[in-house]
């Protein structure tokens, strides 16, 4: 099965974002916004590593933007554990995409 990113790359020249968030308030924000990209849409907690980078490996794409957070503060204060999860170790995985796609 080809990657979304070899079909449209040749056919509708567009780039593909991978995001995380997209359907919190920046995430919305920014895909109504910027409508000329494909979106691949993480539909996982990326706090998984190991789900992350098997993810990352089977897909191809331009760019990838990490918009999931918990938010507001009081529910930060409320689960102090998922906020880490979320806003710091997933925001820290979302970096091996990088390494990973450069490796190709």
Do not use: C
Not at 10 to 34: D, H, M, Q
């Amino acid at each position: 099965m080809k990657s979304p990113r070899t079909k449209l790359s040749y056919k509708s020249k567009k780039k593909v974002i991978a995001i995380t968030g997209s359907t919190g308030t920046l995430g919305k924000k920014f895909t109504e916004k910027y409508k000329n990209f494909f979106y691949l849409k993480v539909k996982f907690d990326i706090s998984d590593k190991k789900k992350l980078v098997d993810w990352i490996k089977k897909k191809n794409f331009d760019a990838f933007i990490h918009f999931a957070a918990v938010v507001p503060i009081y529910k930060v204060k409320n689960d102090k554990k998922k906020a880490m999860e979320v806003n710091y170790i997933a925001t820290k995985h979302s970096g091996l995409t990088y390494k990973i796609q450069k490796q190709r």
